[in-house]
Nanobody, 121 residues
Framework: QVQLVESGGGLVQPGGSLRLSCAASGSIFSIDVMPWYRQAPGKQRELVAHITHGGSTLYATGVEGRFTISRDNAKNTVHLQMNSLKPEDTAVYYC???????????????WGQGTQVTVSS
């Protein structure tokens, strides 16, 4: 059973920092792209950043320069370092991954359970 587990959310003041982590576990053959998404109340889920297996990154316009995505392929983990946080960054953050399970030849889409990030004074 493949699953993604997130950690690192919480309450932080404007201008502060948080580091989110997501670990993939189970019988995994390979992991392709690993994005982070977020969903604020009353809004659609949106892409925050993604990173390919080779380390290429892409950021949403509003977070570029403040957020950094990284991954450790040996540990099947992805991280999102969030600096200079703003109230508008408040949302539930979800990790996502395209994973090929060990015993199945197809790529499958997996999601974490979500972690709350609240930026408020």
């Amino acid at each position: 059973q493949v699953q993604l587990v997130e950690s690192g959310g919480g309450l932080v003041q404007p201008g502060g920092s948080l580091r989110l982590s997501c670990a993939a576990s189970g019988s995994i053959f390979s992991i392709d792209v690993m994005p982070w998404y977020r969903q604020a109340p009353g809004k659609q889920r949106e892409l925050v950043a993604h990173i390919t297996h080779g380390g290429s990154t892409l950021y949403a316009t509003g977070v570029e320069g403040r957020f950094t995505i990284s991954r450790d392929n040996a540990k099947n983990t992805v991280h999102l370092q969030m600096n200079s946080l703003k109230p508008e960054d408040t949302a539930v953050y979800y990790c996502n991954a395209q994973i090929r399970p060990l015993l199945r030849p197809s790529w499958e889409d997996y999601w974490g359970q979500g972690t709350q990030v609240t930026v408020s004074s």
